[in-house]
């Protein structure tokens, strides 16, 4: 199961539970197209004790983690999550309106850090991915590469306890290089500023001006 109610917040006065900005953020996140989202050992509603299984060990591997307590919260709660369409070759990504989003996890919603032997959790900056996005800023041509018009960006946490508190994100244009070769920019306090963010621009953000700011102009 991966999908959620919409009537979230009422089986949460009925349970006792008190809403907290994390949990508001996640069910407004619900409502952006083609959400899918985990559960975890602590989930609100349906909390699955056999996902810690999973996540647990995780944790452990990533002790740093301890210090983003509002995105442990999240893996134990939900697991993962990804919204929108996929960055293959379609119509999907050719629309106007294109914007795929990957929260990774450990579950049906997101099985990317499953896979974990297979990339560097924290790459070789000392940066740990836990989100990447596309969206296209332009509409795309006959004859263009897929990724032509696409903006892309991961999202980081440091690993190294050596930068600045909070959030990070890596962007790139048009599929121009390979993610986790740039420069990675901070960009706003905690994991639960970035998902009021996230829901609040529709998944897409950074904006390219914010990038241009950053980057320069051949963004």
């Not at 919409?6 to 197209?33: F, H, T």
């Not at 041509?141 to 696409?150: E, L, M, Y």
């Amino acid at each position: 199961m991966v999908l959620f109610s919409n009537d979230w917040g009422d089986y949460l006065l009925l349970k006792g539970k008190e809403s907290i900005p994390l949990d508001d953020a996640v069910e407004r996140l619900l409502k952006m197209p083609g959400t899918e989202l985990g559960y975890g050992p602590e989930h609100p509603l349906l909390p699955r004790p056999e996902i810690g299984v999973m996540i647990e060990p995780f944790l452990a591997e990533y002790p740093f983690l301890e210090r983003f307590t509002d995105y442990v919260r999240f893996l134990k709660a939900y697991a993962g999550a990804s919204a929108g369409g996929a960055l293959v070759d379609g119509p999907g990504v050719c629309d106007r309106d294109y914007v795929f989003l990957s929260v990774y996890g450990l579950c049906e919603a997101n099985d990317r850090f499953l896979e974990r032997h297979e990339f560097k959790v924290v790459d070789d900056r000392g940066f740990y991915g836990f989100c990447e996005l596309h969206y296209r800023y332009r509409p795309h041509k006959d004859g263009q590469r897929i990724t032509d018009g696409v903006f892309a960006a991961e999202f980081c946490l440091d690993a190294t306890g050596r930068r600045k508190e909070g959030v990070y994100v890596e962007c790139m244009l048009d599929g121009s290089r390979e993610m986790g070769t740039g420069e990675c920019f901070w960009f706003c306090n905690s994991f639960t500023q970035w998902l009021e963010q996230l829901v609040d621009h529709q998944g897409r953000m950074p904006t390219r001006e914010w990038a241009q700011k950053r980057y320069g102009d051949n963004y």
